[in-house]
């Protein structure tokens, strides 16, 4: 079976300060895994995604993940927030043809 | 291509009443899988469709129920609503082939009353 803890509830950070949110994973099989943001009144939005290759992954508006096998983490990162990256952030872990399970989420906001 | 689409956007219910939620996946998506989102629970997975069968199922009550369609088109019902039902209900799309990505409509604000 697959899951997912996202570890930290809520983060608060100051307006370009950097800011990490932490995910990890427990799966026994080979796993993709995916951040997604969601802002008030709307879906989920994907910001970058780890299939394989490169532990580094890049995606949207200046975030990355870096992917630790050994750890079993997947965790979000962003060198300077805006005050438009508040929103809500979810990890999710999926395998080949498998469904999707998702963390529970981490509320950023971000204080001018 | 266009997005996925989900109608209606906004539901007011009364408790013991159905309700039927539409999604449409994007164009070519096979797979539909619906979501259910409360400020307690996050996302809780409801089932996932594909070519109109059933292929994976959460850990919901028999009221809820869905269908995929030939036109990859899904829908949703909850019947004999309850108040714990409130929520926003998300469909997302998949393209199977594609490394699993999952494409995600606005949602559904179901609030019963």
Known sequence: ?112 | KAGVTQTPRYLIKTRGQQVTLSCSPISGHRSVSWYQQTPGQGLQFLFEYFSETQRNKGNFPGRFSGRQFSNSRSEMNVSTLELGDSALYLCASRDMSSYNEQFFGPGTRLTVL
């Open chain 1, 1 to 112: 079976a697959q899951s997912v803890t996202q570890l930290d509830s809520q983060v608060p950070v100051f307006e370009e300060a950097p800011v990490e949110l932490r995910c990890n994973y427990s799966s026994s099989v080979s796993v993709y895994l995916f951040w997604y943001v969601q802002y008030p009144n709307q879906g989920l939005q994907l910001l970058l995604k780890y299939l394989s290759g490169s532990t580094l992954v890049k995606g949207i508006n200046g975030f990355e993940a870096e992917f630790n096998k050994s750890q079993t983490s997947f965790h979000l990162r962003k060198p300077s927030v805006h005050i438009s990256d508040t929103a809500e952030y979810f990890c999710a872990v999926t395998g080949t043809g498998n469904q999707f399970y998702f963390g529970t989420g981490t509320s950023l906001t971000v204080i001018p």
